[in-house]
Nanobody
Framework: QVLLVESGGGLVEAGGSLSVSCAASGGTISYYQMGWFRQAPGKDREFVGRIKWPGGSTYYADSVKGRFTISRDNAKNTVYLQMNKLKSEDTAVYYC????????????????WGQGTQVIVSS
């Protein structure tokens, strides 16, 4: 059982930057595909991006491509989501997710989830 805990959310002005983290325990994330999702009020959970194991290649939703970056620090068992040039439409609860094999964009494909961290972008 992998336990994921997100942190680092908060309030930021439009155009600003914020980094959120996802710390894992109970498993080594270096063997997992790690994804980031977000959910705004009244909307479905939306794929943001993912980082692949092995190799570390990343894939992003078009809505965040060029602004968001996912990285992982295997020594710290942590995955990061760096968000730049934030927009009001990026306001959501951000979740990290893990799965041993799934590389797709559907939330149902990921087995383990964190509790989420709130990001609010003020315009």
């Amino acid at each position: 059982q992998v336990l994921l805990v997100e942190s680092g959310g908060g309030l930021v002005e439009a155009g600003g930057s914020l980094s959120v983290s996802c710390a894992a325990s109970g498993g080594t994330i270096s063997y997992y595909q790690m994804g980031w999702f977000r959910q705004a009020p009244g909307k479905d959970r939306e794929f943001v991006g993912r980082i692949k194991w092995p190799g570390g290649s990343t894939y992003y939703a078009d809505s965040v491509k060029g602004r968001f970056t996912i990285s992982r620090d295997n020594a710290k068992n942590t995955v990061y989501l760096q968000m730049n040039k934030l927009k009001s439409e990026d306001t959501a609860v951000y979740y990290c997710a893990a799965d041993r094999s799934y590389l797709g964009t559907l939330p149902s494909g990921y087995r383990f989830w964190g509790q989420g961290t709130q990001v609010i972008v003020s315009s």
